[in-house]
């Protein structure tokens, strides 16, 4: 338990985040060879507006990145009771424990 589970859960959201600014630029490219390799947003026809797609994107991950903390948080929590829980085990009465 001395690792700390938070560290990669930041370096995810960082690149996250810094990949959709690189998709972004991609996308809104002129060069027609730079433009042909980013098959993104040719897939999803639907999508008209790169920055209103990639600001709903961005909204996601952020709350994504929460719900991923919590969860580190309470697998930490459940982890460390669950080992302090160990010495109940030998208390008499055993309901008790």
């Given at each position: ?51 209103d797609f990639t600001q709903i994107v961005k ?17 930490f929590l459940r982890n460390y009771l669950q ?10 009465p055993i309901d008790l424990g």
């Amino acid at each position: 338990m001395n690792s700390n589970p938070l560290f990669p859960i930041w370096e995810a959201y960082q690149f996250t985040k810094d990949s959709l600014t690189i998709i972004k630029r991609a996308v809104k490219t002129k060069n027609p060879l730079e433009r042909q390799r980013t098959i993104v947003f040719e897939q999803r026809p639907e999508v008209f507006n790169v920055d209103d797609f990639t600001q709903i994107v961005k909204v996601e991950i952020k709350e994504l990145f929460v719900v991923s903390l919590w969860a580190a948080f309470e697998r930490f929590l459940r982890n460390y009771l669950q080992d302090k829980g160990v010495l109940l085990t030998g208390i008499t009465p055993i309901d008790l424990g």
